[in-house]
């Protein structure tokens, strides 16, 4: 059996998350995440596992979920933020095509995770960031990000 699109919903902690799978996810090509909440350390850590140990992704969709008070239930430590360029310098993401991000809180784990994907990813075409408040300071620090693509084009939507 190929595994070319996983699909995880309402992602729950784990735990203990590893930083990679034991076997890569080669015939991945798409993965969508929904109801995950980046600023969480563990779905955040489940989230980071799943790419890490797909070479060959080709798409990555996260919808976000932010609780009603706007509190994360065990935030990512600061050190962990600061681990996460370090975690992806061995990887290129040489198929990665398009990257969509729906309820973007603008947490220090979400801004780092964009930062590596567009630096990491030569082959980009389009970046989608729907955030959960509009808040252009945000879009003004996404687009001053370093791309590896100088055709990667970052879209800041707001419905």
């Not at 798409?59 to 239930?73: L, M, N, S």
């Not at 994907?117 to 970046?127: D, G, N």
């Amino acid at each position: 059996m190929l595994l070319h699109d996983l699909i995880v919903d309402d992602a729950g902690p784990a735990e203990i998350i590893p930083t990679r799978l034991p076997s890569a996810l080669n015939s991945l090509k798409r993965l969508y995440l929904s109801w995950i909440t980046l600023g969480e350390f563990f779905e955040f850590s489940f989230a980071l596992c799943l790419i890490r140990s797909s070479p060959y992704i080709e798409e990555i969709e996260i919808e976000g979920c932010v609780d009603v008070d706007g509190e994360y239930y065990e935030p990512v430590p600061r050190d962990a933020v600061d681990e996460i360029p370090a975690s992806f310098s061995d990887m290129t993401f040489y198929h990665l095509r398009t990257v969509k991000i729906k309820s973007l809180a603008g947490a220090d784990a979400e801004m780092q995770l964009i930062k590596v994907l567009l630096a990491k990813s030569p082959m980009l075409a389009r970046m989608v960031i729907e955030p959960y408040e509009l808040e252009e300071s945000l879009k003004a620090e996404i687009t001053k990000f370093q791309r590896a693509s100088s055709k990667a084009e970052i879209v800041y939507s707001v419905d």
